[in-house]
Structure formats: C-alpha cells, structure tokens
Nanobody, 120 residues
Framework: QVQLVESGGGLVQVGGSLKLSCAAS????????MGWFRQAPGKEREFVAA????????AYADSVKGRFTISRDNAKNTVYLQMNNLKPEDTAVYYC?????????????WGQGTQVTVSS
C-alpha cells in the first residue's frame, strides 16, 4: 500500500520559516515527479511546487517563487519544501503529491495534508 506522510506543518509568524517533509512508502518514487499543493479554506487546491526525478528540474507557482524551495532525497523516498518569508496568504493545508512522469502533470498519489498557519 502506497502512503505519503507529510510532517513539519505548524503555526508561524509572518516572515518566519517552516520546512515540510513528505515520506513515501510502499513504492519508490525515485523516477517520478514529486510535488506540493495547498488548499486554503473556501478555495480550490492549487499547485505550489514540483521536482523531477533528477532534482534539476523544478517548477514553482509565481506566488512562492523566491521564497519556497523544493528538494528531494531519493534514497529516503522523501520530498521537502523549505518555506521562508511566510505570509498570511500562505496559510493552508499542504498536500504532498507523487507519481507523475512529467512535471506539469498531477500524480496519482496524495498525502493526508499538513496544516500551515501564518499569523500576522
């Protein structure tokens, strides 16, 4: 059974930082795209960042470029999201996604989500 388990969410003040982790089990994603989406209350789920299997291929939403950095450790089957200079509009449930072959496609596997709350 494939599982994606996110961790690292929490409450942080404006301008602060958090690092999210997503550990996968049940299959290896070393040759798949891994990424992050988020969903704020009353809004649709939106793309945040994605990383290709080689880690040299990354993509970011315009709203997080220059503040968030996605990375991965294929040996640990884990993807990370370093979030700096957080803003109140970053408040959302963050979901890990994996399994796509191409960076502009959504994978079949989702985590359960981790809450990020940025207080002003």
């Amino acid at each position: 059974q494939v599982q994606l388990v996110e961790s690292g969410g929490g409450l942080v003040q404006v301008g602060g930082s958090l690092k999210l982790s997503c550990a996968a089990s049940g299959r290896t994603f070393s040759r798949s795209v891994m990424g992050w989406f988020r969903q704020a209350p009353g809004k649709e789920r939106e793309f945040v960042a994605a990383i290709g299997w080689s880690a040299s291929n990354t993509a970011y939403a315009d709203s997080v470029k220059g503040r968030f950095t996605i990375s991965r450790d294929n040996a640990k089957n884990t993807v990370y999201l370093q979030m700096n200079n957080l803003k109140p509009e970053d408040t959302a449930v963050y979901y890990c996604n994996a399994g796509s072959t191409y960076i502009n496609f959504v994978g079949d596997y989702w985590g359960q989500g981790t809450q990020v709350t940025v207080s002003s």
